[in-house]
């Protein structure tokens, strides 16, 4: 590799840096998880804090962790235990739905942009 390779590369490096900075401080910064049962709004509460939560769904008490920024359904009673084996969230557009518990943990903010662009 010679001199004139690595001084590109490094260039490159250099525009990529000063490319995304202005991308990443456009980031959301707060966020906040609402949690409904059977279509009414039960909790509301930050995702800047860790913490740990508990509702009643239909079939018991619904364990709802907070950590990092994102949130998860720690532990629940239903039968296939979906909602709980699908682990930590932290967009807008991933809610946690827990059908047998009718139990729906959506995020709340600035979205993280567009999925799809129809024209």
């Known amino acids: 590799m010679r001199k004139a390779d ?13 490319l995304i900075i ?11 998880a609402v949690v409904q049962v059977k279509n009414k709004e039960v909790l509301r509460f930050s995702l800047l804090e860790n913490a740990n939560y508990a ?9 709802i962790e907070v950590k990092d920024g994102a949130v998860r359904v720690k532990q629940e009673n239903s039968p296939h235990h979906y909602c709980s084996k699908q682990g930590f969230v932290d967009s807008v557009n991933t809610p946690i739905v827990c059908l047998p518990n009718e139990t729906v943990v959506r995020i709340e903010g600035q979205e993280d942009g567009e999925d799809v662009q129809i024209q």
Not at 6 to 18: D, F, G, T
Request: charged letters at 15%; aromatic letters at 0%.
């Open 22 to 32: 202005p991308i990443m401080q456009n980031a959301p910064v707060s966020k906040e």
């Open 55 to 63: 509702v009643d769904g239909t079939l018991g008490k619904v364990s």
């Open 6 to 18: 690595k001084i590109l590369i490094v260039s490159i490096m250099i525009a990529c840096l000063v």
